[in-house]
């Protein structure tokens, strides 16, 4: 567990890193100008690391099934080294075939002269927008990757949960039960936090809402999430707890 606990603190803060810097300069500055391939730079990493997050809390959920769901012995077994670092890498491969998606559709793009993206950071649709050649797949394509590896992260999740939940319920003891749940409760919060937000950007407001709302809830799960996750899984740790109650105390 710990190993992707690390895995994904280490995506998070390269996630922050990809998307923070270019959102403060556009703060302090009223206007910034930044070329095409500064755009790819900068979307590149983006959809990296965050594609990397959906298969990593997708790969966290099924270790989690195996620690509640299988006997204590097995679970060294069946989540060894190998099968962890088989996880680790498929997450980051995942990501890099959704970056290579967003990045080759934003190439097939042209744009002539100045544009501006009512944004704080580059992002394929906002630049989809500003194309002087209105390019279908180029619209639809990364969608439909993002959208499919969204849906099949979030069933992995639930199937998990559920089986979770089933095996938990069927313990007797009382403290069984407290720890099976201790055990999971770090996780479904950032499972949340992410796709809920992320959903509530890309399906709801853009449904209807000004893009200035848009910007406003992309702060939150670029910057707010990232953050918040050391956070919360710190919270599950006793020596986390001790130190946010002395850390509250003071």
């Known amino acids: 567990m710990y190993l992707f606990v690390s895995r994904l603190a280490f995506v998070d803060m390269e996630y922050l890193t990809s998307v923070t810097p270019i959102m403060i300069v556009s703060f302090l500055r009223e206007r910034t100008t930044t ?6 730079a900068q979307l590149g990493p983006d959809v990296v690391f965050g594609t990397a997050e959906c298969f990593l809390l997708a790969a966290m959920a099924c270790d989690r099934y195996v620690a509640v769901c299988s006997p204590p012995p097995l ?4 989540m060894s080294s190998r099968v ?11 990501g890099c075939v959704d970056a290579l998606s967003f990045t080759g559709c934003l190439l097939s793009l042209t744009f002539c002269g100045p544009n501006k993206i009512n944004h704080f950071f580059c992002d394929l649709p906002p630049l ?6 209105h390019i279908y797949v180029a619209e639809i394509s990364p969608a439909i990757l993002a959208g499919s590896i ?5 069933f992995i999740i639930h199937v998990s949960y559920l089986y ?9 003891s009382p403290d069984g039960r407290h720890k ?29 809402h000004s ?40």
């Open 150 to 154: 969204t849906v099949i992260t979030l």
């Open 164 to 172: 979770i939940l089933h095996s938990v319920l069927n313990v007797h």
């Open 35 to 40: 070329p095409v391939a500064g755009c790819i």
């Open 75 to 78: 679970y060294s077994t069946l």
């Open 128 to 133: 989809v927008k500003l194309s002087r050649s």
């Open 180 to 208: 099976a749940f201790s055990t999971c409760t770090s996780h479904p919060s950032a499972v949340t936090l992410f796709y809920a937000t992320v959903t509530f950007v890309y399906v709801i407001l853009k449904s209807g």
């Open 211 to 250: 893009s200035d709302h848009i910007k406003v809830v992309s702060v939150f799960y670029t910057v707010v999430i990232p953050m918040m996750n050391p956070l919360i899984y710190s919270l599950r740790n006793k020596k986390g707890k001790e130190a946010m109650r002395k850390l509250m105390a003071s």
């Open 84 to 94: 962890c670092i088989i996880l680790l890498a498929a997450s980051y491969l995942g």
